[in-house]
């Protein structure tokens, strides 16, 4: 494993990417996602070590995850450069996809929106999420580049 996989945050597009995460999470939602200061390298280290689980993707036809923090790869079961060529439809189950289709619309009509849902890990395990938010990501020109999610809450489920 080379360093830039196992510390990602360290990787100069890592460190870009983490500020749009925080300013567009800022720009949306009028407050802050995580309480963070530092130089531009710290607060990607603090955002990737977050107790939170933080993830996003571009703006591909089918979706590709292009982030997630620490939280996010234990729960989804797979390293930085598999979860990182995973479509994030596969974040949920068949049975669900509408309704996750229909919070992406949502959030990209809005900006951002509230959502609670069962999502799948790699190896199959299902979870149960409360309390998410899913917001749109915009570059330094203002250009819509992705969408993000965050959340804290969730449970296993049988």
Known sequence: ????????????????HS?????SFHHWLGRSLLDVSGSPEEVAQVLFE????LVSHGTEVDPIFNYGNRQALELWEL????FTRMPSRKSAEAIVQQERDRLLSEAANQGFSYYSGIRI??????????DGILWNL?????????????????????
């Open 50 to 53: 977050a107790p939170l689980v």
């Open 79 to 82: 390293p930085w450069e598999e």
């Open 19 to 23: 500020q749009r995460l925080l300013k």
């Open 121 to 130: 890990t790699s190896t199959g395990k299902r979870f149960e999420i409360t």
């Open 1 to 16: 494993m080379t360093s830039a996989t196992a510390f990602p945050w360290q990787q100069q597009a890592i460190v870009l």
């Open 138 to 158: 915009v570059d330094e020109h203002h250009q819509h580049c992705g969408q993000a999610a965050v959340f804290s809450n969730c449970k296993f489920i049988t």
